[in-house]
Each structure stands twice: as C-alpha cells, then as structure tokens.
C-alpha cells in the first residue's frame, strides 16, 4: 500500500503561472507503455471514471476540508488550482490537462504500487498491483477501476511536484495521499451509482 516516493529533499518550483479558470479539468495519455491491450481499455475506463470524480463538487469539497500536510506553503484552495492548472513537471503547459505517461513495471518489493519520476513527471506502474486492481473487471463502471483511479489521483500529484516523507499518520494526510484517497472513495460512490454534482454544470 506504500508509494516509494519521498525520501528525497527537492525543491520544486512553479516554472509558470497557473491560475484556474474554472474550465474543465481534462486527461490527455500521452503513453501507455507495457500495457496489454486489455490492460489499456481497463486503464482508459479508470481515466474515464476519474474525469467525473475530478470534476465534481465533491471532489473539490473533500480536498478543500481536509488537513492536508505538506503543501509547499499553499493553502488547500491554492494547491487544488495548482491541480486544476493542468502543470505538471511531464508537461509544464498550464493548459487544464492532466497529462499522463504510465509505464508498467515489475517490482521486487511486493506491497509498492508504484512510483513518479519526480524530474519527468513520468508514472511508473507495478503490473502485478495493476493485475490485482483488473480482476474481476467486466468493461463497466465497476469497483475495480477505483483502486487505478486512487493510484493514478496519488502518483499525477507527485507529477505535479508534491512529495510526502515522515511518519505514516503525517504522512497519509500529504497532498498525494489526500488526492488518492478522496478520488478512490469517490469512484466507489459512482460506481455504487451514486451521482456526484459536477463542477460548473457540466455532465
Ligand atoms: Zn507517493
């Protein structure tokens, strides 16, 4: 259940200005690697799952409530603009697109799901933790996907230059946590068919 991500000291910047216009939030894949292609159609269900948990009211309540910690001296409105900015350091465009790049891995260390290149903005995915999430996935809006969308939500904020180190209790109330975690139990009401209020009207 650990991301490996973390013991690092780094400082991060912002290299452009970001602000939120309130549009959209959108996923672009820029690539896939080592996927199957019944790996690919589960991960594009995931990511079209996650695009309704990113762009509901909720969402933005739950990460706006929360305690999150180590935030690089933003407030928790200013780190969710910074998210909906759509900069990461994949793609430094501030263009309201998540912008993805996943690659699949096989890791020795069982209970890691994975982990973000903190200078490429580049996602790595334990394939057997991928294997794990897509059994049971029939090509629905099913539990399964909520484990990759609660991954993908945790890695992309490491992507956009969030870290978490410390002990677990401080830990899992860092940014990448909190994001993970919220989307995942999010995902699980829209599969229940619960209905999250979307952002600006939108469907
Ligand atoms: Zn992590």
């Known amino acids: 259940m650990f991301c490996s991500i973390g013991k690092e000291k780094k400082d991060l910047e912002v290299k452009k200005e970001f602000n939120s216009k309130g549009d959209l939030l959108d996923i672009e894949i820029h690539g896939l690697v080592g996927f199957t292609e019944d790996q690919k159609k589960f991960f594009l269900k995931a990511m079209e799952l996650k695009k309704i948990v990113d762009n509901s009211q909720n969402y933005?309540?739950?990460?706006?409530?929360?305690?999150m910690t180590q935030k690089q001296g933003r407030s928790n409105k200013e780190v969710y603009a910074h998210w909906r900015s759509g900069f990461s350091n994949y793609e430094k465009m501030v263009d309201q697109d998540i912008d993805?790049?996943?690659?699949?891995y096989d890791s020795?260390?069982?209970?890691?799901?994975?982990?973000?290149?903190?200078?490429?903005?580049?996602?790595?995915t334990n394939r057997a933790v991928l294997d794990h999430y897509m059994r049971g996935f029939d090509g629905e809006f099913t539990i399964p996907l909520c484990g990759l969308v609660g991954h993908i939500s945790h890695e992309y904020m490491h992507s956009v230059g969030y870290i978490h180190r410390g002990f677990w209790s401080y830990k899992r109330n860092s940014v990448p946590y909190v994001f993970g975690r919220q989307a995942r139990s999010l995902a699980e009401k829209v599969v229940k068919g619960e209905k999250l209020v979307p952002l600006f009207g939108s469907s």
């Open 100 to 104: 993805l790049f996943v690659t699949l």
């Open 108 to 124: 020795p260390r069982k209970g890691t799901l994975g982990y973000t290149s903190m200078r490429t903005g580049k996602i790595y």
């Open 60 to 67: 933005k309540f739950k990460i706006l409530d929360s305690n």
